[in-house]
């Protein structure tokens, strides 16, 4: 193997001079493919050990107490006992930053916690709603899933809209970055004569479900059906006018549902793909790389890193073996990292071992095998109902030069008589008017949409449902 893992460290982890002290507050959140969570935790030393607590505010959970908290300098270490099951964090510190792993049900993610108490946004939300509003419940796949569904005032029957989040575990208000993208939609519209359905993913918030980290995209679109089909036992619910709304891995969900049961209406597809997982993953680290600064022989590297470990993936090679190259490729290398990074670093062959455990387990979960290899293509060709395609020109995560030629020739090629693509100017993945469109500017971005988007949702379904 090549020279990759040196390059590989400052993607993973911020890199700031370390100090000896952790004992204060900090804020972060989870990041599970860009979808972030936002999380506050605080340390503090009583007696010689090492306690702390954090909070989940989109949760509305406050002050619950971490255990197994260690530290030893460059590792932290806490978990949470929750009724999902028990959340491990496994960290490095870098004095003004805490970057590592979390685990929780089958389910890995990342997460970075910077030094200091910032205050998470929220957005506004009024308090006396010009329409309805209902907390419900459906079933599927042994889960129960609890949502929001709001809908005008009047005795009519409305055309209805099914909400499907990114990937990761979300809430029903798909919060990002303090942005609860969701919520802003199925406001806008519900104003504008439309009922909206958003609820709670698998095992998150009030949706209870032990199957979680054998969940794939597959078994989402199923759930979707089941929104579908509860809203389709609703008086007040136009029966042949329910369609869907997908963002990110809900644009490859909706398709998918589509196609399974076509009494679905339309869907819309926001920042949807059009190929295959691992051509999305390896594009949009190189686009994200590059808007941070990274060099080209460093972007290079991480998309060779990529590369081995979804070929051994595919070919059922044992990840303890990539895990051993990873492993000795850093030890090899260790003296091409960083003085501030190496001066902390009391044990390089644990400091290693612990680099390569968290970059496989990241890879090594049933959804992320799904993901990487499952090719959307084919399932837009048999798409027959209207479709709305949105692309952000600044996504970085999912480009429109990528997606967009492959998602319009599926659904040429397919026949489908009604399908538009739109590029919003400006927009990033999150449809915020962006600078460079990298997820790390997100939190610094007002907490709203791009102008003029919302009203390009709300008039395409109209013009097809009114």
Not at 192 to 209: H, I
Not at 296 to 324: G, P
Not at 341 to 362: G, L
């Amino acid at each position: 193997m090549k020279k990759i893992i040196t390059l590989l460290i400052p993607l993973l982890f911020s890199l700031n001079e370390t100090r000896s002290q952790i004992d204060t507050t900090w804020t972060g959140y989870i990041d599970i493919m860009g979808s972030k969570l936002g999380i506050i935790v605080t340390f503090r030393t009583e007696s010689d050990s090492l306690k702390a607590k954090i909070d989940i505010p989109d949760q509305g959970a406050k002050g619950l107490d971490l255990t197994n908290v260690s530290f030893k300098n460059p590792k932290v270490h806490f978990e949470l006992e929750s009724g999902l099951g028990r959340a491990i964090f496994e960290g490095i510190y870098y004095g003004d930053s805490i970057s590592g792993s979390f685990t929780q049900s089958g389910i890995r993610a990342g997460f970075v916690l910077r030094r200091g108490s910032t205050p998470l946004e929220e957005l506004p939300y009024p308090e006396d709603l010009p329409y309805n509003s209902e907390e419900i419940t459906f079933i599927n796949d042994g889960c129960s899933f609890s949502g929001t569904l709001t809908y005008p005032f009047g005795d009519g029957k409305f055309p209805a809209i099914v909400l499907i989040t990114g990937s990761g575990p979300q809430t029903r208000d798909e919060e990002v970055a303090g942005f609860k993208i969701f919520k802003t939609l199925a406001d806008h519209l519900t104003r504008e004569g439309f009922a909206v359905l958003r609820y709670d993913d698998r095992g998150v918030n009030k949706s209870v479900c032990k199957t979680v980290d054998e969940s794939t995209t597959e078994e989402f679109a199923g759930d979707v059906i089941a929104a579908v089909k509860y809203l389709q036992t609703r008086d007040n619910i136009l029966k042949n006018k329910i369609g869907l709304l997908g963002h990110s891995e809900g644009g490859i969900v909706a398709p998918l549902a589509a196609v399974r049961y076509p009494e679905i209406a339309f869907i819309i597809l926001m920042a949807g793909t059009g190929v295959k997982g691992i051509d999305i993953l390896k594009d949009q680290s190189r686009l994200i790389m590059a808007a941070d600064g990274s060099s080209e022989k460093e972007i290079n590297s991480y998309i060779q890193m990529i590369d081995m470990i979804y070929e051994a993936l595919r070919e059922n090679k044992s990840m303890d073996e990539v895990k051993k190259e990873i492993k000795n490729n850093i030890i090899e290398n260790f003296d091409e990292i960083p003085e501030e990074i190496r001066k902390n670093i009391k044990d390089k062959n644990e400091y290693a071992s612990d680099i390569a455990n968290m970059t496989v387990n990241r890879f090594n979960t049933t959804w992320m095998k799904y993901f990487l290899d499952y090719d959307p293509y084919e399932t837009l060709t048999r798409v027959k109902c209207p479709v709305l395609a949105i692309f952000g020109e600044k996504d970085l995560q999912v480009s429109v030069r990528q997606n967009r030629k492959f998602i319009e020739e599926a659904l040429r090629n397919g026949g489908n008589p009604d399908y538009t693509v739109e590029v919003i100017p400006e927009a990033n993945h999150l449809f915020q008017k962006a600078v460079t469109g990298s997820p790390s500017e997100y939190s610094d971005l007002p907490k709203e949409f791009v102008p003029g988007f919302l009203d390009l949702i709300s008039k395409w379904l109209s013009e097809r449902l009114k």
